[in-house]
Nanobody, 124 residues
Framework: QVRLVESGGGLVQAGGSLRLSCVAT????????MGWYRQAPGKQRELVAV???????TYADSVKGRFTISRDKAKDTVFLQMNRLKPEDTGVYYC??????????????????WGQGTQVTVSS
């Protein structure tokens, strides 16, 4: 069974920094992409940043220049360094992985996996 376990959330003042970590565990054959989504109260879950296995990176416009995503592929881990945080960055941050467990791809293709979420609160 695949699990994504996040850590690093918390409370910080505006302008501060936080670093989120997420490790994927289980019988993983390959991870195509890993990244982060967030959900603010009363809003839909949105993409924050994602990094593919060939190092293509996508950021939400709202975090470009402030957040940096990185992966340690050998350890199935993804990080999100968040600098110059703003109150509007507040929300639950979810780790995401597009993961293949191996075997016959036509029978069991890659699938989306999610962490349990970690709260990030930025006070003004």
């Amino acid at each position: 069974q695949v699990r994504l376990v996040e850590s690093g959330g918390g409370l910080v003042q505006a302008g501060g920094s936080l670093r989120l970590s997420c490790v994927a565990t289980g019988r993983i054959f390959a991870i195509n992409s890993m990244g982060w989504y967030r959900q603010a109260p009363g809003k839909q879950r949105e993409l924050v940043a994602v990094a593919t296995s060939d190092d293509r990176i996508t950021y939400a416009d709202s975090v470009k220049g402030r957040f940096t995503i990185s992966r340690d592929k050998a350890k199935d881990t993804v990080f999100l360094q968040m600098n110059r945080l703003k109150p509007e960055d507040t929300g639950v941050y979810y780790c995401y992985g597009d993961i293949w467990l191996g075997g016959d791809y036509e029978v069991a293709p890659d699938d989306d996996y999610w962490g349990q979420g970690t709260q990030v609160t930025v006070s003004s």
